[in-house]
């Protein structure tokens, strides 16, 4: 955990989704979710609330399988975290703190075998999966999950950018332990392959499950891989840091459109206020 957190009272968000230049169907996801003691709401693409009687949660999912599996995996997957959220959240007299890598845990390996038996019970699910990164916000903590390549970038108030969820793959492993730079990492021929994902043929999963402590001004991103495709991170730093609030999702995922647009693009940006 980080050693930063202060107490938080407003949060706000922008998201925004395209299916890209080439693909004719999207199997990007995204989930903004109010969660309180008496159950859950879910919120639009845009907006601000008030953390200090609930937390909010927000998810990006990429979906994969034939004609319609990856869209109908990523979907599930987003509607799973409603269901199984809420219960979580009243049984912790609203807090995680103590022990969230479990329960984040718990809620990844219930949709990992949601989608595997669907994936078992029908042929036209046969193999479908998704990626998913998951950020659950308090008054002074975010908790993350994550599985995928899909990505979760922090933006501290005082400077710089970090990618704060790992890409599972063999290429994000090479670009961690520096092997090869960010260019050679996004034309490898092995990029896309993933060595683990919700559902698929993965039999286990073991998502990285991390914290950070809040202060005002912090900014967070989630994406899938088609935003990241066509944006180097300096770019993605620079339209995140000059960028409108509320317009800061739409702007991503109109550049990442102009600079690439192979594949479907999401991005969900949030906003520490105060």
């Known amino acids: 955990m980080s050693a930063r957190p202060t107490s938080i009272q407003r949060l706000a968000w922008s998201a925004h989704t395209d299916c890209g230049k080439i693909r004719k169907n999207n199997e990007d996801s995204f989930l903004g979710l109010?969660?309180?003691?008496?159950?859950?709401?879910?919120?639009?693409?845009?907006?601000?609330?008030?953390?200090?009687?609930?937390?909010?949660l927000f998810a990006v999912s990429d979906g994969m399988g034939g004609a319609m599996a990856g869209e109908f995996a990523s979907r599930?997957?987003?509607?799973?975290?409603?269901?199984?959220?809420?219960?979580?959240?009243?049984q912790g007299a609203m807090g995680i703190s103590s022990g969230f890598r479990d329960l984040l845990q718990e809620v990844f390996v219930e949709i990992h075998r949601a989608l595997l038996y669907l994936g078992s019970c029908y042929e036209e699910c046969s193999g479908m999966g998704a990626t998913l990164s998951l950020c659950w916000f308090t008054?002074?903590?975010?908790?993350?999950?994550?599985?995928?390549?899909?990505?979760?970038y922090f933006l501290p108030a005082a400077g710089g950018m970090k990618q704060i969820s790992e890409d599972d793959t063999y290429v994000g492993w090479l670009f961690r332990n520096g092997q090869i730079n960010e260019r050679e990492a996004k034309n490898h021929p092995q990029r896309n392959v993933l060595q683990k994902a919700l559902g698929a043929?993965?039999?286990f999963i073991d998502p990285q499950v991390g914290a950070v402590g809040l202060e005002p001004g912090d900014r967070f991103l989630l994406c899938t891989d088609g935003v990241t495709d066509g944006l180097y991170d300096d770019r993605l730093?620079?339209?995140?840091?000059n960028g409108v609030r509320e317009e800061a999702a739409p702007a991503l995922v109109r550049e990442a459109l102009q600079a690439s647009g192979r594949d479907n693009s999401t991005a969900l940006v949030v906003d520490i206020i105060q």
């Open 34 to 56: 109010l969660v309180d003691a008496q159950g859950a709401q879910l919120l639009g693409k845009i907006g601000d609330a008030d953390i200090t009687k609930s937390d909010c």
């Open 201 to 203: 043929t993965h039999q």
């Open 237 to 241: 730093e620079e339209i995140l840091r």
């Open 139 to 152: 008054p002074s903590w975010m908790y993350f999950a994550h599985v995928g390549d899909s990505r979760i």
């Open 76 to 90: 599930i997957a987003v509607e799973k975290i409603t269901k199984l959220l809420p219960p979580i959240f009243a």
